[in-house]
């Protein structure tokens, strides 16, 4: 007997660790026996594990120790003790079949098209059962096909409907994948309980119609359809049935805006490309084509990898998922940042420091000048430490900069020089991080936070110089603070002094802005570049760009470092991951490759590493974006690569939203790039386009953000500033006028402006918060509906990065974890749930580990949540948490997001309520298969489809609940023509462009 209970002890363990670790093996299973035997209590377990460096998730640690003492003691679960009576049973007995609503693990062995076949390997006789698609589904009336929810091999919880004894009838639906419990059940034992039961669900008629035939072929049983009510047809979880809730915009126009409206029909938008028919034009858009294709395959590839992921030994390292790096491997060397040369010796060799004399006395002569000079010169720098030697002023100075990457990084650099620590004489403020104290005298901020500053301090009277950094990068904010600048300068009383600084600008047109101010050009000490050009346009231009680098890299001398620029994260990615498997090969008979992204999401130690000196025999390549063209300098340098395209953010009035676009740069962004390879020696600059394309088919200079970008964060300050005419404000380059008047309906529904279009209470305090308008109003608006507590750690998660983690080798597991998390209300709440489930782990990194959680994120989060606590305590908006009433925290969502409303359109997807603009439910959502009627979404992504990302599931009648000026209730007309629509657009084939191609009418008879 005792040598079955260790057999069957034995069996258990390794059971549980190939489940959760993947691990199949034995021995493993022995050696953490033995360890629990030896142990004492679980902390001694533990710890006896992690002297051995080995490390389990806490789950399993405490599963396996309690299983083996309680072996010891012979009080063995039913788990242990069914396998012993199997193996002491000498005649093999029958055992007794799986029992109806009991859930058992089992294995996909067959996917058909009405559903997959599972055989459940760890019950006795392992029998087979069949799963139909419907009981796969969140939602059985929805359109997933089996083969996206599972494949064959995938190891799934099923529950028993049906004990049949040759095939049992199974389902998947309401199981949760990492616990084998039942949904409720774990949101039972979290404390999260969903109070609000969903309303009734009509069936169409088509899909009635459909249903019928299923069940009158056999294909389905009207016992698999438990919640079909025959007599009404109905999905009923109530006994009442709500009467149909539909919305329609609300066309009102604002008293205020009834002028405008007129002139805003005959407004056309800018244009963003210079030749849409052009070489360049074409090439990005195959790009945004071949990129939409790799993350397709990304995504399908992923939903593959249960069978495919590469098992992972009990002793190996865990990939951290607080590193973002794509590689596993790293040059061996010491590295020391900023290079060899200390910082003195550095400044003192900058050219800047032969103009000090020149800029003392267009200082002390003129309130504003413009100093134009090259990259590297130390305008950035140099100048705010001459203004401090010289006393220029008693007040603070501020040097505005356009990303928060180079604010930070900048003031480090000089608090460095002027060997004080960062926060003392030089500190940092950009948004929801400031390191500054009272000695702050040098002070680098975002032109967001400097334009934030100029909400409480409209004269700006703590300042007495500011210095308008990077302004030829013509951001939004800085557009608007040239505007605000010049106001200040008008003023007699004001004795503020501006420096608009920059690599290279218009000279003419911004020293006439400022008044015909002076210019001051500071040459840089650049030496010859080459220039190359491809001799015909490159479609792939990504591919094209990692061929050039290897050839560089094989045929050019060293020392001499390579700078690649890319359109963004997912390119730069990919590239470096082509790179760095090309560099294994080449190596040995080339040398050391090393490859190094650049990007603002990237954890500020792997962005140090850019500024590191090379090893010798070594060469580096770093894949940046147009960040590197002028905010940050990069020593040792000498080829650039220029593809010729940048990502940019436009407006699309169609759709009234902000949408990331590859687009050509411009001749002077181009020159920016090739002046990168001149700065220490000789270089090259190989352009992967046409001589002819850069003459004919890019700009001049870039469009001014102002005039492609979403205009409602900019209005609500100008507007809280006291500058209500925003058609008139003197902006350098105004921007569309129907972007304004967007910008002003979307305010005015938000209840930030009132019917003459002057500040509200409400306004005024939205515009107190570092958030987009619809998030400033549901974090305000959430206090008021006592729920404040759970919007606030929704709105720091959703500024921060993303918080889930994948990687490539753990994809399965990865997912398993997310699944457990998802909440049946949508992401937002899913996101609420891991916070709250981090929190209770103590802030755990190594819960972040075992739930491939960014731990870097949710820390981010923290400190997000502790920044605008204190601005809601300044306003003494209550902060209460709603327990488990649910429906507040998604009314407060809708309070703010009610523009992104989306309406479940038949088996299309979904229409935007605002346009009726087809999208989709984004795969890795929590609500993907649920397919609600209505959801709310946060923003849009386009890859292989317009996808809708972090979207949680709202009542219709809520939006006109809570933004009664933007929507009212459809009219029984109104739904009576959306209904009829509804039943004719499903006979539009999905192969046909246009969707009345498929009406008779519309078709050409071709006579043969």
């Known amino acids: 007997m005792e040598k079955f209970r260790e057999l069957a002890l034995s069996s258990y363990v390794y059971q549980q660790v190939k489940n959760i670790l993947h691990v199949e093996k034995r021995n493993v299973s022995d050696f953490l026996i033995d360890i629990a035997k030896k142990s004492a209590t679980l902390e001694n377990f533990i710890s006896n594990l992690q002297t051995r460096k080995v490390t389990i998730p806490i789950d399993l640690s405490k599963n396996i120790f309690t299983i083996v003492q309680r072996h010891n003691s012979q009080q063995l679960p039913e788990e242990i003790k069914q396998p012993i009576i199997m ?30 076949f599972i055989k459940l390997d760890e019950y006795p006789g392992k029998p087979t059962g069949f799963c139909h698609v419907t009981e796969m ?152 084509r071949i990129s939409k294709e790799r993350q397709e395959q990304r995504r399908l590839q992923s939903q593959n990898t249960y069978t495919s992921a590469s098992t992972v030994g009990l002793l190996d390292d865990e990939e951290a998922p607080v590193s973002r790096v794509k590689f596993s491997e790293l040059p061996a060397w010491k590295q020391q940042t900023f290079g060899s040369f200390g910082p003195k010796k550095k400044r003192i060799d900058l050219p800047i420091n032969d103009y000090k004399d020149r800029i003392e006395e267009m200082v002390r002569k003129n309130r504003v000048f413009i100093l134009v000079g090259e990259t590297g010169c130390g305008k950035t720098t140099q100048i705010p430490q001459f203004l401090y030697r010289w006393g220029i002023t008693k007040k603070k100075i501020a040097v505005t900069q356009p990303r928060r990457v180079a604010a930070i990084s900048v003031a480090k650099r000089v608090a460095q020089e002027m060997g004080t620590p960062i926060g003392g004489i030089v500190g940092y403020c950009v948004r929801f991080e400031e390191c500054m104290s009272e000695a702050t005298r040098i002070q680098y901020v975002t032109d967001g936070m400097l334009l934030k500053e100029c909400l409480t301090d409209r004269m700006l009277n703590d300042f007495g110089v500011v210095m308008l950094d990077e302004a030829h990068e013509r951001t939004i904010h800085t557009d608007v603070l040239f505007g605000l600048m010049k106001a200040i300068l008008r003023n007699e009383e004001s004795d503020l002094k501006v420096i608009v600084t920059s690599a290279t600008l218009q000279q003419e047109k911004f020293s006439e802005f400022f008044y015909n101010c002076p210019v001051l050009n500071i040459p840089g000490r650049a030496f010859p570049v080459q220039t190359s050009y491809a001799t015909k346009s490159q479609m792939n231009y990504l591919d094209f760009a990692v061929q050039t680098v290897i050839s560089l890299h094989c045929t050019e001398p060293k020392p001499g470092d390579i700078l690649l620029f890319l359109t963004g994260q ?61 905010s940050i300098t990069i020593d040792g340098i000498r080829y650039v690569v220029d593809p010729g395209f940048v990502k940019e953010l436009w407006y699309d009035p169609k759709i009234g939203m902000d949408t990331l676009k590859v687009v050509p740069i411009s001749r002077a962004a181009a020159d920016q790039r090739k002046g990168r390879a001149g700065r220490t020696a000789e270089g090259k600059c190989i352009r992967l386009y046409t001589e002819d394309a850069y003459n004919k088919e890019m700009k001049a200079a870039s469009v001014p953000e102002i005039q492609r970008s979403n205009m409602t964060l900019v209005a609500l300050q100008l507007i809280a500033m006291g500058i209500e005419d925003l058609i008139n404000f003197e902006f350098m380059d105004k921007p569309p006028t129907h972007t304004i008047i967007d910008a002003l309906e979307q305010l005015y529904a938000l209840e930030a402006v009132d019917d003459e279009g002057h500040l509200t209470s409400m306004g005024r305090r939205m515009a107190q918060f570092p958030l987009n308008p619809p998030l400033s109003k549901m974090l305000i608006a959430s206090s008021d509906m006592g729920c404040a507590e759970e919007i606030l750690s929704i709105v720091a998660i959703l500024s921060v990065q993303g918080i889930w983690y994948r990687p490539r080798n753990k994809q399965s597991n990865a997912d398993a974890m997310k699944a457990r998390m998802n909440r049946e209300e949508g992401d937002h709440l899913t996101l609420l749930y891991a916070y709250r489930e981090w929190l209770k782990a103590g802030r755990s990194e190594q819960w972040c580990r075992d739930n491939f959680v960014h731990y870097r994120s949710l820390k981010r989060a923290d400190d997000v949540i502790d920044q605008l606590q204190r601005l809601m305590d300044r306003f003494h908006l209550r902060i209460s948490s709603c327990g488990t009433d649910m429906q507040l925290v998604l009314k407060a969502i809708v309070s703010g997001y009610f523009a992104k409303a989306a309406r479940k359109d038949g088996q299309r997807g979904y229409l935007t309520l605002v346009d009726h603009h087809l999208v989709h439910m984004f795969p890795g959502s929590a609500l993907f298969g649920r397919e609600p009627d209505y959801v709310i979404f946060h923003e849009l992504v386009n890859t292989s489809k317009e996808f809708m990302r972090n979207t949680v599931t709202i009542e219709p009648k809520w939006l006109v609940e809570l933004a009664p000026k933007f929507y009212r209730k459809a009219s029984a007309s109104e739904i009576t023509q959306r209904k009829r629509n509804e039943r004719l657009n499903p006979l539009a084939d999905a192969r046909r462009e246009h969707e009345r191609d498929w009406r008779v009418t519309e078709q050409r008879i071709v006579r043969l």
């Open 570 to 630: 997912d390119d730069i990615d990919t590239a470096c991951e082509l790179l760095f498997q090309k560099n294994k090969v080449l190596e040995k008979q080339y040398g050391p490759l090393i490859v190094l992204p650049i990007y603002s999401t990237l954890p500020s130690e792997q962005q140090s590493m850019i500024f590191e000196e090379t090893p010798p025999g070594s060469r580096k390549v770093v894949a940046a974006t147009n960040i590197a063209e002028t």
């Open 137 to 288: 589904r969140a939602d059985p009336l929805s359109d997933v096909k089996a083969s996206e929810i599972l494949n064959v091999g995938e190891k799934i919880f099923v529950k028993v409907l049906d004990p049949i004894a040759d095939k049992l009838t199974l389902s998947i639906r309401g199981i949760d994948q990492v616990s084998g419990k039942s949904v409720e059940e774990v949101s039972a034992a979290s404390g999260w309980v969903h109070e609000n039961v969903p309303r009734p669900k009509r069936v169409k008629s088509p899909d009635r119609f459909e249903l019928d035939q299923l069940i009158s072929s056999g294909a389905l049983k009207p016992s698999d359809l438990r919640e079909l009510n025959g007599e009404y047809g109905f999905f009923s979880h109530a006994s009442e049935i709500e009467e149909d809730f539909e919305v329609a915009l609300n066309t009102t126009v604002p008293p205020f805006l009834a002028n405008l409206k007129r002139e805003k029909k005959i407004i056309q938008p800018t244009q963003v490309l210079h030749n849409p028919e052009g070489s360049l034009a074409r090439a990005a858009r195959e790009a945004a």
């Open 87 to 116: 193996m002491m049973n000498p005649i093999n007995l029958p055992v007794e079949q799986p029992k109806v609503g009991e859930i058992y693990r089992g294995r996909v062995t067959s996917v058909t098209a009405h559903g997959v």
